[in-house]
T-cell receptor, first 113, second 109 residues
Framework: IAGITQAPTSQILAAGRRMTLRCTQD?????MYWYRQDLGLGLRLIHY???????GKGEVPDGYSVSRANTDDFPLTLASAVPSQTSVYFC????????????FGPGTRLTVL | GQNIDQPTEMTATEGAIVQINCTYQTSGFNGLFWYQQHAGEAPTFLSYNVLDGLEEKGRFSSFLSRSKGYSYLLLKELQMKDSASYLCAVMDSNYQLIWGAGTKLIIKP
């Protein structure tokens, strides 16, 4: 693994189903983030984690949950998917909260029908 | 509320210079960032400004005026590969990034 990876690359999901988007980084970064990107809107922060064992809510957390059991992994779970959660999801990491640069994964394109 | 404004789309000619503007109103300021995002790809970091003035990095330069809530990204000697979206983001008082919707730059030969 080099950098930050996400899985799956894309997914089509029926409304009401549960889905976990995976994110793994090998840079030993303390801070990790989940964003969604929708056409015409800026990236919006869903949840973040400043260090392993802690998480926080971003701008649009409703319908999503995260966990940070270790430094490398930061999965995002949709408990019961709805069509408005159709989006491109990016995971990112930085050395620490407030660091100059965030590194982004390749994204997951999710469609909820 | 917090707001980042940048033009939706700009067109420029290969070899020319283009300036992409960004204005912001945020709760606190801990730096302004520019990212590049090619279609279908992840954003990648271009520049960071926390003090007023111009930061130059090769063909790309970024300017900040904190008193005016204003920044621009200047791209010189445009190449076709510069066709991408350019995202302006401000780090607020909670050290969270607030993002603009991005400016799609189209380069014509």
């Amino acid at each position: 693994i080099a950098g930050i990876t996400q899985a799956p690359t894309s997914q089509i999901l029926a409304a009401g189903r549960r889905m976990t988007l995976r994110c793994t980084q090998d840079m030993r970064h303390n801070a990790m983030y989940w964003y969604r990107q929708d056409l015409g809107l800026g990236l919006r922060l869903i949840h973040y984690s400043n260090t392993a064992g802690t998480t926080g809510k971003g701008e649009v957390p409703d319908g999503y949950s995260v966990s940070r059991a270790n430094t490398d992994d930061f999965p995002l779970t949709l408990a019961s998917a709805v069509p408005s959660q159709t989006s491109v999801y990016f995971c990112a990491s930085s050395e620490a909260s407030g660091s100059n640069e965030q590194f982004f994964g390749p994204g997951t394109r999710l469609t909820v029908l | 509320g917090q707001n980042i404004d940048q033009p939706t789309e700009m067109t420029a000619t290969e070899g020319a210079i283009v300036q992409i503007n960004c204005t912001y109103q945020t709760s606190g300021f801990n730096g302004l960032f520019w990212y590049q995002q090619h279609a279908g790809e992840a954003p990648t970091f271009l520049s960071y400004n926390v003090l007023d003035g111009l930061e130059e990095k090769g063909r790309f330069s970024s300017f900040l005026s904190r008193s005016k809530g204003y920044s621009y990204l200047l791209l010189k000697e445009l190449q076709m590969k510069d066709s991408a979206s350019y995202l302006c983001a401000v780090m607020d008082s909670n050290y969270q990034l607030i993002w603009g919707a991005g400016t799609k730059l189209i380069i014509k030969p």
